[in-house]
């Protein structure tokens, strides 16, 4: 009876101990977002699970189940195509071919821009350029002189026009020219810097790296070093570099153990933040208020027509001041990763945009004044890289080009630039300017039926599809074909500089419209009966089920060898 009573009190014990943790557990899980973004370890299975397929000519043309006669208007069209993109730019084209086996980066933007089942057709038929020979203004010049509105934004870093960045690179080129490439040492330079960053984050010191991946890692590490918890939150869908903490689904070698991903703008978050006593931070990239918990969209995952986005200012406000709220309660620190956003919402970025304020913050891109950078901004305790009183407890971080004299000095132009009052004007009624233009142009498409939309935050934009298609990821090729320059995402971001005029833009509105008219003549959005987002994303897996397990379906039409 008392071996019972003993056995009963020890199971009583290991459950009252057990129960705690279940509990949090399951919160962490119901914190997740449902979606594979947001569950990195079982996105990471299924991307080793899919296999490489690709569709005969034949099928490419007729994937969706369209009749004869439009696969034969795709085909002419695709052809048609193909033949005016090589004609604009062949000595562009040629200097791409010579260095796409060299350069890596080339290799894998150019196998990532379509769905990888249309990838062998499209990069023998459908040849970009990857080559420029000048700029100005708004618009980019190849090397064949082929001019370009340009909708790529250099990834973010041209906000005022590349006039301006070289300028700023020009001058200060001749500010620091008398000392050169001098390191470990510091130019008078930085202390301008460093008081501007100062009053812009708000915030009590400064740190230089080399870009915004460097500047977000060392923001991550101080968070830890000083709280003495491991875990970092990041939210589903959030870019903050390549590095594995930050990336810890698809795209990374190894799993990162001490990283959750839970889902933004939701209270289910929240309440896991309040009751874990293991994290460090939270950080926020705050351009997912444009698509919360959705990766950067791209072309290359474009297989239906299921992407949305929109930009709501005053619901990503209310969960910014609850998420810093909690974030004070817990002793969490809030990092806002603004290497993409700072200076392109607000002079003061997302932080003076939103009314937040973060314990870190972290910038890059644009403060560079068009040399590479990455800037840690923070409270004088989070900072701090060492303890007095403990002389080997450190928090290493240095880099040998950190505050490289010209692109201090490039920065200070930059920053000296905000205050000038040509600059100031292009932040006056930015929002209202940037969506008043995405409106207009939505307006246009409707009255076309085009089955297509944009959403902005800002001078961000994406594009939507409202009609079911397996081949919405041909619209970047129409879309360069009247020369609009993307970057390698196509259609998933189009980020313009604050120096477009009415006219500029008005420009640029007439070549999306015309390129949509052009996809639509060509036929590749007919929707036949049943063509569903959900009947093609059903069809895609039955493929790959059938692929991976060598099964043999009547309709599924793509190649069985290998590229």
């Given at each position: ?549 060598g099964l043999r379906q009547a309709d599924a039409g793509f190649r069985q060898e290998q590229s």
């Amino acid at each position: 009876m008392s071996t019972n009573l003993a056995l009963y009190s020890l199971a009583a014990a290991v459950a009252a101990g057990t129960l705690p943790t279940l509990k949090l557990r399951l919160e962490l899980s119901r914190a997740k977002h449902p979606s594979l973004a947001g569950h990195s370890n079982l996105s990471r299975r299924i991307a080793r699970w899919v296999p490489y397929y690709d569709y005969g000519e034949e099928h490419f043309f007729r994937c969706d189940g369209a009749p004869e006669p439009i696969a034969a208007q795709r085909r002419a069209g695709f052809m048609r195509l193909g033949e005016r993109l090589r004609e604009c730019s062949p000595r562009t084209l040629a200097l791409g071919e010579s260095a796409v086996n060299a350069i890596s980066d080339m290799q894998f933007t150019s196998a990532y821009r379509v769905p990888f089942q249309f990838r062998r057709l499209v990069r023998e038929h459908l040849k970009t350029g990857a080559f420029v020979q000048s700029s100005s203004g708004v618009t980019l010049t190849d090397p064949d002189g082929k001019v370009s509105y340009d909708l790529a934004g250099s990834y973010g870093v041209n906000l005022f026009g590349y006039d301006f960045y070289k300028d700023c690179m020009r001058r200060a080129g001749e500010r620091v020219h008398e000392l050169g490439p001098v390191l470990g040492l510091y130019h008078p330079v930085i202390l301008a810097n460093v008081e501007r960053l100062k009053t812009i984050s708000g915030l009590d010191e400064v740190s230089f790296h080399m870009s915004g991946t460097e500047a977000v890692m060392q923001a991550v590490r101080l968070a830890r070093y000083h709280t003495g918890r491991p875990y970092l939150v990041r939210f589903c869908g959030a870019y903050h570099g390549w590095w594995g903490d930050v990336q810890p689904g698809v795209g990374n070698p190894l799993p990162a153990h001490e990283t959750y991903t839970l889902k933004d703008m939701d209270e289910a978050t929240l309440r896991v933040l309040r009751k874990r006593r293991d994290i460090a931070c939270v950080l926020v990239n705050p351009l997912q208020a444009l698509h919360p918990n959705a990766g950067a969209p791209g072309d290359g995952t474009l297989i239906d027509s299921s992407r949305s986005a929109g930009f709501d200012r005053a619901a990503y406000t209310d969960w910014l001041q609850r998420l810093r709220a909690v974030c004070s309660e817990r002793g969490i620190v809030l990092i806002f990763d603004e290497v993409f956003t700072g200076f392109r919402l607000a002079p003061g970025g997302a932080q003076d945009y939103f009314g937040i304020r973060a314990d870190l913050v972290t910038y890059g891109k644009s403060l560079g004044g068009g040399l590479p950078v990455g800037v840690v901004c923070g409270r004088k305790d989070l900072m701090k890289r060492f303890r007095d009183d403990r002389p080997t407890d450190i928090c290493f971080a240095r880099g040998t080009f950190n505050s490289h004299p010209y692109v201090m000095a490039a920065m200070d132009e930059f920053l000296t630039a905000l205050d000038k009052p040509e600059i100031r004007e292009l932040y006056r009624d930015l929002d209202q300017v940037w969506n008043a233009r995405a409106e207009r142009l939505n307006r246009r498409l409707n009255e076309l039926d085009l089955p297509v939309r944009v959403a902005d935050l800002s001078s961000v934009w994406t594009v939507l599809y409202t009609r079911p298609s397996r081949y919405n990821w041909m619209f970047q090729y129409y879309l360069r074909a009247r020369e609009l320059t993307l970057s390698w995402v196509g259609t998933g971001r189009f980020i313009f500089s604050l120096n477009y005029t009415e006219a500029d833009f008005e420009a640029v509105a007439e070549r999306f419209v015309a390129a949509a008219a052009d996809m639509q003549q060509d036929g590749w959005w007919w929707s036949g009966d049943g063509l569903t987002n959900k009947s093609i994303r059903r069809q895609v897996l039955r493929e790959m089920i059938a692929r991976r397990f060598g099964l043999r379906q009547a309709d599924a039409g793509f190649r069985q060898e290998q590229s």
